[in-house]
């Protein structure tokens, strides 16, 4: 045959891309794509992670206003024995409390005029032990006053005994001018020994008694401005309820003094205490006056529930044998009323005698 059927040579290198790679390296991207896909497919095939759980759970919940309504028969009405009032709007004096202390005035309560030892201690003591501190300082001023009196009687001798030598021509000038001096200081002596006694007060054995007292109250130089210290202020304990007996008391005016890292100054009030049941130091509740008054709203005290966590609490009467719980807030108290920040409309009837009842009653613990 002319033709030869030639067997195709075997090429030793394998053909070569522009860039000089080979056919096998052009087939490693395919092959990645592939392992890339079947991981991608594998991570599908994968559960997917739970969600976080929630940071809380609340089972069965209820609203407050499921809670507030409570229906009873008119036999079991009576025997909670429930009584109502009405909510009032009125206006009232405006009040604070703050605490005091109880100290010695050291002062007659009225001092007759012109008499200097009849003042008022700078810093009216609070306790026996200052007491009898002070007493023993007014004793040492006593006795600084009665040696500079000797002294100005014998300055006063000599003085006019040189007076008399001079004027008979027996005695020099000097001697003179001498004895006038020693009178001048033994007078500024005096002078400066009574100064210091009057600066501790009225004498001890004569007011020391506890008939009556005055209540020390450091009040915050910003509220200094609104009250008004011509009203009448009411003392009591510090945790004494409403319709605990209190002590009238009146503002008396007193040392000068403040705290200026407190940022208070001292007021002080005037107590009668007959019986003495207040003590030198007693910690003891002020109710002080504001300036002006205001309208609010007034609830018996005795109708105000208090719950677990510090709410208050009133049941208003909204119909026959039908009590809606409602929330308040007491702003103050005055005598044995309530004055709110908030709580029902005026004419509101609300439960006073069996309140407590019928919160039993509602919370399953009631008769």
Request: charge should be positive; proline fraction near 7%; charged fraction near 25%.
């Amino acid at each position: 045959m002319n033709s030869e059927c030639r067997k195709p040579k075997l090429e030793r290198n394998p053909p070569t891309d522009t860039r000089g790679s080979s056919v096998g390296r052009r087939r490693t991207p395919f092959i990645l794509s592939l392992l890339l896909a079947s991981t991608g497919s594998a991570n599908a095939a994968a559960p997917k992670a739970s969600a976080a759980p929630a940071a809380a759970r609340i089972a069965s919940p209820v609203k407050e206003g499921d809670l507030t309504t409570v229906t009873l028969t008119s036999q079991a009405e009576q025997r909670l024995g429930i009584v109502t009032a009405m909510v009032e709007k009125r206006k009232g004096a405006r009040t604070r409390f703050y605490g005091g202390d109880v100290v010695l005035p050291l002062a007659p309560a009225q001092p007759e005029s012109g008499s200097p030892d009849q003042r008022f201690a700078p810093n009216p003591p609070a306790s026996p032990a200052e007491l009898l501190k002070l007493a023993e300082l007014q004793a040492l001023a006593d006795g600084e006053i009665q040696k500079a009196q000797v002294q100005v009687q014998a300055a006063q001798v000599t003085a006019d005994r040189a007076e008399t030598l001079w004027r008979t021509e027996t005695g020099s000038r000097r001697a003179l001018d001498d004895a006038h001096a020693t009178l001048q200081l033994a007078r500024a002596t005096l002078e400066s020994a009574m100064t210091r006694r009057a600066l501790l007060g009225s004498a001890v054995e004569h007011t020391a008694n506890l008939d009556r007292v005055w209540v020390r109250v450091p009040v915050y130089v910003g509220d200094a401005s609104v009250l008004d210290a011509a009203r009448e202020a009411r003392v009591g304990g510090l945790a004494d309820r409403p319709g605990s007996p209190t002590r009238p008391a009146r503002f008396a005016t007193g040392p000068p003094l403040a705290n200026a890292g407190a940022a208070t100054v001292d007021w002080y009030f005037e107590v009668e205490n007959q019986d003495h049941a207040l003590r030198l130091g007693q910690r003891v509740g002020i109710t002080l006056a504001l300036r002006g008054e205001e309208e609010s709203l007034v609830v018996p005290w005795a109708a105000v529930l208090h719950d677990v966590h510090g709410g208050q609490w009133v049941y208003e009467n909204t119909g026959p044998q039908t009590f809606v719980r409602r929330r308040v807030q007491v702003a103050r108290l005055a005598g044995t009323e309530a004055v709110l920040a908030n709580g029902p409309k005026p004419g509101a009837r609300i439960v006073t005698d069996g309140a407590a009842e019928l919160f039993g009653t509602e919370f399953g613990a009631g008769k």
